[in-house]
């Protein structure tokens, strides 16, 4: 029996974490929900930190688990922030989610339109 949220492994019979509470799955279970990289698409790329964290958010509020990786290189020389934040979602979430940032995305140029 593994915890998910300490990754402790314990003998048969356990089935609670005493560290943090946490109710153990059997190790089929937890490799079965680890995050492997190949699982995961990216759908947004920005180069600001803020950006990525909104639609992080708004895919959350429609239940869409993401991850945001930021990519910062500081031996290239040059002036300005060259960074690639990449906003990523499950594949099988990755239609709705492209969606949602679209939406969003459409209704600020409106914004800006006006």
């Given at each position: 029996m593994i915890c998910p949220k300490c990754e402790l492994e314990f003998v048969d019979g356990i089935v609670?974490?005493?560290?943090?509470?946490?109710?153990l799955v059997d190790k089929e279970e937890f490799e079965g929900n680890?995050?492997?990289?190949?699982d995961w698409l990216v759908v947004y790329t920005t180069s600001e930190n803020?950006?990525?964290?909104?639609?992080?958010?708004n895919?959350?509020?429609?239940e869409i688990d993401s991850l945001i990786l930021g990519q910062k290189d500081r031996n290239y020389p040059?002036?300005?922030?060259?960074a690639?934040?990449?906003?990523?979602?499950?594949?099988?979430?990755a239609e709705s989610a492209i969606e949602i940032?679209?939406?969003?995305?459409?209704?600020?140029?409106n914004i800006n339109e006006e």
């Open positions: 609670v974490c005493p560290d943090c509470g946490e109710n680890l995050v492997h990289p190949s803020y950006e990525a964290e909104m639609f992080k958010a895919l959350l509020g429609a040059a002036v300005g922030d060259l690639v934040i990449k906003l990523l979602v499950k594949k099988m979430d940032i679209n939406d969003i995305n459409s209704r600020k140029d």
